[in-house]
Nanobody
Framework: QVQLVESGGGLVQPGGSLRLSCAAS????????MGWFRQAPGKERECVAA????????YYADSVKGRFTISRDNAKNTVYLQMNSLKPEDTTVYFC?????????????????WGQGTQVTVSS
């Protein structure tokens, strides 16, 4: 069993930055690939970034490529999402997720463990 707790959300002006963190408890963190998802009202949950267990392989949605960076610190059992050049359309709840196995995935069904979500609001 893996428990995930996100933090770092909040209100930021357009063009600003936020760093989300997701702390994991449970088994060996490096054995889990991690992902960050978001779900805007009326839309499907979208994987914005994913990372392999080692951290050497990553995925980004086209909508965030070049602006967001996913990383992990396996010694601290934590995955991060650095969000730069934020836009109003980035406003929504962001979820951290873990899947068994070290290979990343962008498919929601591939992830077994989810955090409670953290709100990100981009507004002037």
């Amino acid at each position: 069993q893996v428990q995930l707790v996100e933090s770092g959300g909040g209100l930021v002006q357009p063009g600003g930055s936020l760093r989300l963190s997701c702390a994991a408890s449970g088994r060996t963190f490096s054995e889990y690939a991690m992902g960050w998802f978001r779900q805007a009202p009326g839309k499907e949950r979208e994987c914005v970034a994913a990372i392999s267990g080692s951290g050497r392989s990553t995925y980004y949605a086209d909508s965030v490529k070049g602006r967001f960076t996913i990383s992990r610190d396996n010694a601290k059992n934590t995955v991060y999402l650095q969000m730069n050049s934020l836009k109003p359309e980035d406003t929504t709840v962001y979820f951290c997720a873990a899947r068994s196995g070290s290979i990343w995935s962008k498919a929601e069904y591939a992830f077994s463990y989810w955090g409670q979500g953290t709100q990100v609001t981009v507004s002037s």
